[in-house]
């Protein structure tokens, strides 16, 4: 059992790489956040990632994300993505993103699998294909390769070693690999964010090109939620009239811990939340929101998931959340994998909070 270098208690669960338990990480942040940093740092610069989000006075402004990045000449955003050559800011446009696909048949593994039309044939026939399940279809999941968080605990972080990869897909040929069956386009990661024009490009086109075929297509997005504020409307619109999901990873509540996580601020990402819970009554047949948190054990503990709880429950107790089991990946792999226990325990937390409908996802993975 390893121990926490701030109290020396070997009774919480501890990642060793870390070194501090999520107690004294919300309890005396400003002594243990330097180490944590430094490992932030290092886990970037086995990427050639920028450390901090740059801040050049002359530098090209990025406006996609909360980091506002200022980027000079020949560098790159914090995301890794946006980058400035010849004086202009490129990446993540129409003409091209760093990104992979693939078809993943229907219903499958996916955050809302428990209440959207794919997986339950929710809001047949406007938005579904079938009464139940959509057997036969696919959804086209596009894997963003960058990211403007730097989560320690990152289940897809391999996608680090393609961020600055030469190869590059445009909007269109991406909304041309929709095929007859393609009942959903999928946008993850990584994250969407950093890459979100051209992702809104590809969607609109996809959407034209499957309309004057008389088929649906729903747009749903899966991301952090921490893009600047005026991106929130044209992530809507992008899917409120197809019946798409706009998925948001709900790390945690506290900005401690969140920091010590994913070496960034949940700022935006709840204020973001917050203003998207306005719209959710907009579409009441099939949920415009949901929210999801990857149970790390030991720091997304029962207080991180009555607070995030507490939260959702306060702006709409009706928006789906869905806790998810987490498997050791990443900088943090001395972690365990979250218990049936614990799981149940939060859970029930999560309802008690206020939320009233709360769903338990990778089950398989529970110990």
């Known amino acids: 059992m390893n121990h926490c270098r701030h109290c020396g208690r070997t009774d919480r669960i501890t990642s060793s790489r870390l070194g501090y338990c999520a107690g004294c990480i919300r309890a005396h942040f400003a ?32 406006t996609l994300c909360f980091h506002a ?10 995301c890794g993505a946006r980058r400035v050559k010849d004086g202009k800011l490129r990446g993540g446009t129409a ?30 026939p406007r938005y579904a294909n079938a009464p139940g399940p959509e057997k036969g279809w696919n959804n086209l999941a596009v894997f963003y390769h960058a ?25 269109l040929e991406l ?24 992702a809104l490009t590809a969607s609109r086109l996809a959407l ?31 899917c409120l009239d197809n019946g798409g999901v706009i998925k948001i990873d709900l790390k945690a509540f506290s900005e401690e811990i969140h920091l010590a996580l994913c070496g960034v601020s949940n700022s935006q990402t709840l204020k973001n939340f917050a203003l998207l819970a306005g719209r959710f009554g907009e579409r009441p047949e099939v949920p415009l929101l949901t929210a999801s948190t990857l149970m790390a054990p030991g720091y997304v503990d029962l207080e991180e998931i009555h607070g995030l709880a507490r939260f959702i429950a306060a702006l709409n107790p009706e928006i789906p959340y869905s ?45």
């Open 69 to 78: 990045c200022r980027i000079p000449e020949g560098g790159y955003g914090f």
């Open 147 to 171: 990211c403007n968080f730097n989560c320690l605990y990152c289940q897809n972080w391999t996608y680090k070693r393609a961020t600055f990869r030469g190869d590059r897909v445009s909007a």
């Open 208 to 238: 034209e090109l499957v309309q004057a075929a008389g088929r649906k297509l729903r747009v749903c997005w899966e991301t952090n939620g921490a893009m600047q504020e005026e991106w929130l409307k044209p992530l809507v619109e992008s």
């Open 323 to 367: 806790l998810l089991a987490f498997h050791p990946q990443f900088y943090l792999t001395d972690l365990p994998i979250t218990s049936k226990n614990f799981a149940f325990q939060a859970r029930q937390a999560a309802l008690d909070a206020g939320v009233r409908q709360v769903n338990l996802g990778n089950l398989h993975l529970l110990r």
């Open 95 to 124: 003409a091209g993103a760093g990104l992979s696909y693939y078809y993943d048949p229907l219903p499958t593994n996916c955050v809302a699998d428990w209440f959207c039309p794919g997986g339950t044939g929710c809001g047949y």
């Open 31 to 62: 002594q243990v956040w330097p180490e944590i940093e430094a490992l932030h740092h290092e886990s970037r610069r086995t990427f050639n990632l920028p450390l901090t989000p740059p801040r050049d006075p002359q530098g090209k402004s990025c």
């Open 175 to 198: 909304a041309q690999a929709v095929r007859s069956n393609t009942a959903c386009i999928c946008y993850f990661g990584g994250d969407p964010t950093p890459q979100l024009p051209h």
